[in-house]
Each structure stands twice: as C-alpha cells, then as structure tokens.
C-alpha cells in the first residue's frame, strides 16, 4: 500500500504563496498519476492538479497559472507551488495516488487565505 504525507499548509494573506509538499511512501508504482485535490467547507472536494509518472500535467480552470505541480521521483515527493492565493483557494488540501486500479489519499493540510 502507499502511504501518502502532506505538508505545508498554513495561513497566508490574499496575494502570498505557499509550497504544498507530499511524501509517498510504500508501494509507489513506476506508473501512476498524482494529484491535488482540495475541500471548502460545505463543498465538495475538487481537482486542482495531477501529475503523470511521465510528467504530464493537468490543472482546473480556477488555479491554471497560478498554481504549478511538480513531482520529484527520486525523493517520492510532490509539490503544489501556489501563487497569487486568493480567499475562495481556502480549503483542504489532499493529496491522491492513483495506480494499478487503487487510489489512496493522504490526511490533509488546511490553507486559509485570509487577511
């Protein structure tokens, strides 16, 4: 199985930036697709960004340049960079691993954006 380990989280003002980091660990797959998966409130939980062990990427139309995700395979690590946050990118942030037909989630880190 994958263990999944977000980091990174925080509380930053409208306009700031912050690194989303996770750590995968376990049975990892040479091919798989990664992803960043975010939760408001009362909402449900949204694609932000993934990432193919071939290094493909795909991001919703809300962060498109804003938000960039990288994945450094040798470390079993990916990363959500985000700029120019804006209040309504408050949410969880989860992190997802896909491959061989399962998926496995991490705990979660909160971002509020908020001045």
């Known amino acids: 199985q994958v263990q999944l380990v977000e980091s990174g989280g925080g509380l930053v003002q409208p306009g700031g930036s912050l690194r989303l980091s996770c750590a995968a660990s376990?049975?990892?797959?040479?091919?798989?697709?990664m992803g960043w998966y975010r939760q408001a409130p009362g909402k449900l939980r949204e694609l932000v960004a993934v990432?193919?062990?071939?290094?493909?990427?795909n991001y919703a139309d809300s962060v498109e340049g804003r938000f960039t995700i990288s994945r450094d395979n040798s470390k079993n690590m990916v990363y959500l960079q985000m700029n120019r946050l804006k209040p309504e990118d408050t949410a969880v942030y989860y992190c997802?691993?896909?491959?061989?037909?399962?998926?496995?989630w991490g705990q979660g880190t909160q971002v509020t954006v908020s001045s």
């Open positions: 997802k691993h896909t491959a061989g037909g399962q998926s496995r």
């Open positions: 376990g049975n990892i797959w040479s091919i798989y697709v």
């Open positions: 990432i193919t062990s071939g290094g493909s990427t």
